[in-house]
């Protein structure tokens, strides 16, 4: 309604303006004097200006004219096309004017504005490989998935929009989960452009999800071989599918290509720990007991960790507890001050009923780092020095609220995982696990779980003087409350935590 009253009035403007001014120069004086074969000619004001808007015109008529003339000589000389171009002009300047409006549109989130411009576009131009491209995004940006997906497979019919079209096509399955066609189609658009990152991106996902390690195996080697992917990280990548692979092999029944699987895994990629450990245990079932000692010492050296000691122990699994103490010490020496060694060496003098060694390789960690783990296992050299049961519940109830310790857990998406896998379960990212400890998170714990060391047992016993110089000392909101130590033990009741994690 505004805008149609501006419009109206505007005009009003205009005309008046015209009027003035005609009457301005009606009434002024002068003029131009034209002479021509003799004869003058004396034109006004008003008939000047007619007269310089009538050569304008014709000087515009001329040049449209000369331009067709010389259209119709090079029509006349072979040029078939000549004629219809220069009607074509006009229409082509439309048509791409239309087409920079809708790519306008489409940049500023209009997307039925930039449908109607491509549209507009296609009646001048022609030329569907511009105008479909603007349409199908213009459709899934206002939600038109069906619209979207019948452009592209109009797109996948033009030779020189196929990619597009089936790049289109890849993400539209993808984004409705039938991961088995995108999967199809990442394969035909990496077929079409081998070079293009994002589709070999997607289809090393896919592969992987899929449990395809051979074809993602080639994937990956078309990364390295395009540049798409540094030599170190493709030798990282390569040996987690290797090692994905040998463990599908070895699901099946093939004992010896997934043992030479996992060895090659761990060759391409020393410090993968489920590499190093799975090439281990391959050494460790053809005799080859020296060869498994060097991998699992030089992964240790790199990451020390509890699947490491797990295989290393596998090497003597008849051994006794002292004797697989002092073979272990080829291993724990190497990283003397690591976490992993200290609690390795706890749980060795564990089994070999040696406590007050195992709390002194325990070191601070019950103060330090009080995981799950740690405490646990302070709660076992606790009940093997003969200290009271409240004493050793209350080890195993701080146990219940402590951390879970490090963890495989995705650096995308920060899921912990309870054992190594290629791919996350959650975010589906390939590769991201990493043996760290997880952030700290706020969980919901029963209603008074905090004052469960305080009441199934002090951690320390109060009941009897402390002989060793060992004991920890007890935390002040433990020792000052005097309930806790007036608590009967018979009475208190409390989920036993299992034994610690002991190298078999």
Known sequence: MLWSLFKIVLFVVIVAALTLGAGFLMESNGGIQITAGGTEFTLGPLQSVIAALVAILVVWLFLKLFALLIATLKFINGDETAISRYFDRNRERKGFQALSEGLMALASGEGRLAMAKASKAEKYLHKPELTDLITA????????????????????????????????????????????????????????????????????????????????????NAKLKHGALPRDVHKRRDAVLALSEAKGILDEGKTIEAQEAAIAANKSSPDLIPAAAMAARSHIAQGRSKYAIRILKKAWQVQPHPDLAAAFAEIEPNETPQARLQRFKQMTAMRP??????????????????????????????????DTRVLAIAAAIERGEGASDAVVRGWLARALTAPRGPQWVCDNCKTIHGEWTPVCNTCESFDTLSWTTPPQTETVLPAGAEMLPLIVGSIEDKSEPIEQAEVIDPEPSQSTDAASSEVDADEATVTSAPEPEKVK
């Open 137 to 220: 995004q213009a459709a899934e940006m206002t939600g038109d998935r069906k619209k979207a997906e019948e452009v592209y497979k109009r797109l996948v019919q033009n030779e020189a929009t196929r990619f597009v079209g089936v790049r289109g096509l890849m993400k539209q399955k993808l984004d409705a989960g039938d991961t088995d066609t995108a999967l199809k189609l990442a394969e035909r658009a990496f077929a079409i452009k081998p070079k293009h990152e994002e589709v070999q991106d997607t289809l090393l996902r896919l592969q992987a999800k899929n449990a395809d390690w051979s074809g993602a195996r080639k994937t990956l």
């Open 337 to 370: 001050e690591h976490r992993e060694t200290k609690l390795l060496l706890a749980e060795l003098n564990l089994a070999a009923e040696d406590f007050p060694e195992a709390r002194r390789s325990l070191g601070d960690l019950a103060e330090t780092q009080p």
